[in-house]
């Protein structure tokens, strides 16, 4: 991706004409408000921040456009989404879902209703761990799940085509392909990385900061998995011990492998044809 | 509704001429006239319009729909087909008929409006289905010669099948011989029973033993797959259930639906509007409104307290033990009506999961059989064709 994505409030779109955008809202008629034809034209998806909002306007307008769903509580919400089915006859929709309390559910649920999956990630400790195998065993090997569940299916493409896609891009955290403005209108890294003052070139931040992680003697320094996940798992806490996260890494590599390997195998029994 | 297509099911009368046991539908003498089947369409298409829709099929039924004649349908395929034109709308339809009143008089509306098919149902054994002063036997001589009439006219006869328990008893092989190798049909489907309208004797047996219902639907699920699937015989849900577990596009049946209240709502003679046929016919608490009585048939949807007890019925499940199961994007907790007809509440999941699940299990291996079949054959005939070559080299 060459372009910048900026994540913005839908009303501030004037100051972004012309760039890729992630235009949020909570209320979908400040979408039909704020964003002309043209401007559609540059979106690259709508992310609606409350799964109860009335979704009604989006079943007649802006036909294709890409949408996330934000799920903020799982446990509560994720029932709510059988309300929303109605917006994949409109639109590719993709739920965005927090590694808190339930959202194993809010998976299986959301995946089970057609709908893409986001996994909002952070340094999960060993509760989340265990659901997240749960979660990836049920995305590998559930004739079931016909829908991606990231970050997941975008790291095992990366793994089967050996591509050195990291993390960052995946969970739409690199700061030299996204940004994130606030609803003051001020320009910030984006995602978990927001919260940070950093004056440097924000380009270069992950640069930076995967030499900082693979310091001698760290443990990112001999992993396996550094090359797609670029200390993903060392922010915000350098400190955090990834042998569960490698554990899952390993699934999908392994699994990546697997398919790799059937198919050449696959595909030299063809030669014979 | 959703999308560019939505269904309705019409019951253009209430009126039946058979006298089944089990029927639950409460029956009148009602029927549809051409000037209230426009006023409803104008409701309908303006609807569609409000959630541009653009294409509706009408899945024509009763009572039994042959009790108007053949001509007041192609005075209503006219009539609508005119009414859609105008505002750039599609309209499909399909008949479900006992077959009782079936004439080749029938013929020509038959080819055009409904596209040359039919869908009419029987049981094997037939315990229940009769005409008024006769029995079972009558109803089957006279459902089998009109059945043979049409397909020799070569109309494509579809046939939903209701197992009872004489079915259980007689079993699957004999089942499947009878429709396939006797009747010669070929595409048919199998319907769950259950205990609709008031209780009385012969439906105090419904819903069937699960277990007993359930190795009656896996050794049939079987005959076909061995039998039946390589000769082009459909039996849903098997069909598409194969269809599905093998990452094809698949239809499965409604009562499989995220939510039936997106995707289909009934209609009666009268106008009464509510979820599907099986809910029009029996359960006026549950009618959403009467479409010749609101100004717009949108805010009698939106504003149907009844309808919104259907769309939250889901969300209501899902707080239970369905979400835990390994089949929910394939069910969501089943069928609303026949969860109402065994426990008095819609919601509840479904009292045929356990049938369901199994069948699913089921039907989950054999495509994961075939698939492996598949991929021997071809590897087989890979190496044979690497033989040879290495032989004329």
Redesign the interface.
């Known amino acids: 991706m060459n372009e910048v994505v900026y994540n913005i409030p839908a009303c501030r779109i004037g100051a972004y004409q012309g760039h890729p955008l992630i235009a949020r809202s909570s209320d979908p008629s400040e979408w039909i408000r704020c964003l002309s034809d043209d401007t559609l034209d540059h979106v690259v998806y709508l992310q609606l921040l409350s799964i109860s909002a009335d979704l009604d306007p989006l079943?007649?307008w802006g036909e294709g456009v890409p949408l996330e769903l934000v799920v903020q509580d799982p446990t509560a919400e994720?029932?709510?989404l059988?309300?929303c089915?109605?917006l994949?006859?409109?639109h590719p929709v993709r739920v965005s879902i927090p590694l808190t309390p339930g959202f194993g559910?809010a998976v299986?649920?959301a995946?089970?209703?057609?709908f893409g999956v986001q996994l909002r990630v952070t340094q999960p400790d060993s509760l989340p761990v265990d659901e997240l195998r749960n979660i990836l065993h049920f995305y590998l090997h559930?004739?079931?799940?016909?829908q991606p569940i990231d970050f997941f299916h975008s790291l095992f493409f990366a793994f089967h085509d050996e591509e050195p896609m990291t993390l960052w891009e995946i969970q739409e955290e690199d700061p030299a392909c996204f940004r994130f403005v606030d609803d003051q209108g001020r320009e910030h890294l984006p995602g978990r990385l927001a919260r940070m003052d950093f004056a440097g070139d924000k380009a270069l931040f992950i640069e930076e900061f995967k030499k900082v992680v693979r310091a001698p003697e760290s443990e990112c320094s001999d992993c396996a998995f550094f090359q797609n996940c670029a200390g993903y798992f060392k922010w915000p806490n350098p400190h955090y011990r990834c042998d569960g996260i490698k554990s899952l890494l390993r699934m999908l590599r392994d699994a990546a492998s697997e398919l790799r390997s059937d198919l050449e195998r696959?595909d030299k029994?063809?030669?014979?044809? | 509704m959703t999308g560019d297509h939505f269904s309705i099911i019409l019951l253009s009368t209430l009126k039946c001429n058979a006298d089944c046991d089990y029927c639950f539908e409460n029956k009148t003498s009602d029927r549809l006239t051409i000037e209230r089947l426009e006023m409803m369409m104008e409701k309908v298409l303006d609807y569609m319009e409000e959630q541009q829709t653009t294409a509706l099929t009408i899945h024509w039924q009763g009572g039994e729909a042959m009790l108007l004649p053949s001509s007041w349908y192609q005075q209503a395929y006219e009539r609508i087909g005119k009414l859609a034109d105008a505002r750039s709308k599609r309209v499909f339809h399909g008949l479900q008929t006992n077959m009782l009143l079936y004439h080749e008089r029938w013929n020509p509306v038959i080819a055009g409006m409904f596209e040359n098919s039919v869908s009419t149902s029987v049981d094997f054994p037939n315990l229940h289905r009769k005409v008024l002063g006769r029995g079972p036997d009558d109803y089957n001589d006279i459902w089998y010669r009109k059945v043979r009439q049409a397909r020799d006219a070569g109309i494509d006869v579809k046939v939903i099948s209701v197992p009872n328990q004489g079915t259980l008893d007689i079993g699957a092989e004999r089942f499947y011989s009878h429709f396939v190798d006797k009747l010669d049909i070929t595409d048919f489907q199998i319907n769950t029973p259950f205990p609709g309208g008031d209780a009385n004797a012969d439906t105090s047996g419904i819903p069937l033993d699960v277990d007993r219902l359930t190795r009656f639907y896996l050794e049939l699920a079987d005959l076909w797959l061995e039998r039946g699937y390589d000769r082009g015989v459909k039996i849903g849900p098997f069909d598409e259930l194969l269809k599905s577990f093998s990452h094809e596009e698949a239809c499965l049946p409604c009562i499989w639906a995220d939510n039936c209240a997106n995707h289909i709502l009934a209609i009666d003679a009268r106008g009464y509007v509510a979820q599907c046929d099986c809910w029009v016919t029996s359960y006026p608490e549950y009618f959403f409104g009467n479409i010749f009585e609101c100004d717009s048939f949108s805010e009698l949807l939106q504003n149907s307290k009844a309808r919104r007890d259907f769309q939250a019925r889901p969300i209501t499940l899902m707080q239970r033990d369905c979400i835990e199961c390994d089949y929910l994007s394939l069910c969501h907790g089943g069928c609303p009506v026949r969860t109402y007809t065994v426990g008095g509440s819609m919601f509840e999941k479904d009292p045929y999961c356990h049938l369901y699940k199994s069948l699913f299990k089921h039907m989950e291996e054999a495509a994961a059989q075939r698939a492996r079949e598949t991929v021997t054959q071809r590897g087989a005939a890979a190496c044979v064709c690497i033989q040879q070559q290495a032989r004329l080299s």
């Open positions: 079943m007649h994720f029932p709510l059988y309300d089915t109605n994949l006859d409109r559910q299986k649920l995946v089970s209703l057609q559930h004739s079931t799940a016909s696959y029994q063809n030669a014979g044809d």
